[in-house]
């Protein structure tokens, strides 16, 4: 017995884990192992993919299956397999089709597990995927990707992601992420960070006054609400500091390991 046992907690990647410099903290990988090493449960929350995320140097940190694709997706690194995946289907033909047709100089990127596909690949698309070293496939059809897609992003030149955004407010299911970003994600209806959080500790027996959450961009909110305690660091945007219960050190200075801190004096 640990004084974290039943303890979860689940933290954003880029820009929460990790630091500016995509690296995650020698401090935070030493609090990790003394979180698990007490018989906490640390996993990842991230809106990154299987494909973005499968080369991650310590995925040996995660005792728990890591939420990917913004809470669609849960994948055990350990047991190597895909726990649950709440992905867009044969709906989601439909949906890409018909964008394609109101927007056809819009890249759509479709993410079944373990591959990648996508339509009109832009210079915004190519480098999305040259920087997660991910393979991809084109098409012209979106029923060449097999379902479910974990999600879908639209990858919107300048000025045209409002417009996009006021399209999607229109179609019931799928549903999306608003951004003033230039990608926009597109989830299944009812999934987002908050909704697999809590799907995950239930798989893991986890009580929810005892789940956690770490994360800094608008994607976390819903994470950051749905759990007991949120960790925010205090470089992180103003969405996710309005759902703080507490402000952190700042990526760059070790936040998740200033949340075990916290963690730490509140189990004893």
Known sequence: MGKFDKVLLASDFDGTLNDDHGETPDSVLDAIRYFTANGGIFTASTGRTFQGLRQYAH??????????????????????????????GDEGVGFVRAFCAAFPDISVEMYPFNATFAIHISPGTERHFTNQGIPYTVTDDPAEAPRPWAKVMLCCPDGKSAAVQD?????????????????????????????????LADLLHVPHERVYAAGDGYNDVDMLRAAAGAFVPCNGSSEALAAATHVVRSNNDGAVAHAIEILDSLYT
């Open 59 to 88: 995925a040996d940190l995660f005792n728990a299956p890591v939420l990917l694709s913004n809470g669609a997706m849960a994948y055990d690194f350990n047991a190597q397999c895909v726990v649950f995946c709440d992905g867009i």
């Open 167 to 199: 399209y999607l407010r229109t179609i019931d299911d799928p549903a999306f992420l608003p951004t003033r970003g230039t990608f926009v994600e597109v989830l299944k209806k009812g999934v987002d960070k908050g909704s697999g959080l809590l799907k």
